[in-house]
């Protein structure tokens, strides 16, 4: 269970979440809509505090820190149940796909090698790049470059992942082989919160779904409440403009 509680974060003057709270349940795949600016990434990245809170708590099953006071214990402590799929990848341009997937069992896990190898390719394979184990980021598709990040958050056998516009960077034509592996992630029964444009795949796949603007929660509820008959005014002028 993830909890979070009176969320606010500024940088500078620029007030970007404005008391935000949350609770998902474990299991639950949470897409997260919204205009530009309407604060989606910036609450993603405070739950695993690559960007900390001004206010409120984080709670993570037994976990529990306050923004203003989480000490470097609780923080590994979250960020060692949590992994995250960037938009642009993150991959490391000098490792192979192999390579990027073994770092954070070899590195931070401290897994011997030779399991962490056979555990990567394992997950490798679960994403469709057994043929693409020695390749580098340059030598792979934007769509396999995102497939070997996912591969690489999956290995490491998180709590929660955590997806920030996966498909936002990818050519029109790669969305859908990105989208697919995120459907059999879900179907894992790991919890997923994912901040998305992709409004067929919040509503096929999401079980709940969350539509924000201006650092607010506006709407929460079931794909088929928030995106089939939204409540708010602003939330249906949202989806109009999407499908439009």
């Known amino acids: 269970m993830i909890r979070l509680t009176g969320i606010k974060k500024s940088f500078g003057d620029l007030n970007v979440l404005k008391g935000v709270d949350m609770e998902i349940e474990k299991g639950e795949v949470v897409a997260i809509l ?140 790669l969305v859908g082989e990105v989208l697919q592996v995120m459907k059999k992630v879900a179907e894992t029964g790991i919890t997923m919160i994912v901040v998305t444009h992709e409004i067929a795949f919040a509503h096929d796949v999401a079980s709940k779904v969350i539509f924000m603007d201006g650092g607010r929660i506006v709407e929460y509820g079931t794909p088929e409440e928030v995106i089939d008959n939204p409540r708010e005014e602003r939330t249906r002028q949202f989806l109009g403009l999407i499908a439009g």
């Open 34 to 173: 919204g205009p530009s600016g309407s604060g989606k990434t910036t609450l993603l990245r405070c739950i695993n505090f690559l960007d900390a809170a001004n206010e409120g708590t984080v709670e993570l099953n037994e976990i529990k820190a306050d923004y203003a006071a989480a000490s470097k214990k609780d923080v590994m402590a979250i960020r060692r149940k949590t992994a995250m799929v960037f938009q642009n990848y993150n991959l490391f341009k000098n490792k192979t796909a192999l390579q990027n997937v073994m770092e954070g069992l070899v590195m931070v896990q401290k897994m011997d090698k030779e399991k962490a190898r056979e555990l990567s390719i394992e997950t490798l394979n679960k994403v469709g790049l057994g043929e693409r184990l020695h390749y580098y980021p340059s030598q792979m598709s934007g769509g396999q470059q995102q497939r070997a990040s996912i591969a690489r958050a999956l290995v490491l056998n998180p709590e929660v992942i955590l997806f920030d516009e996966p498909t936002s960077a990818l050519d029109p034509e």
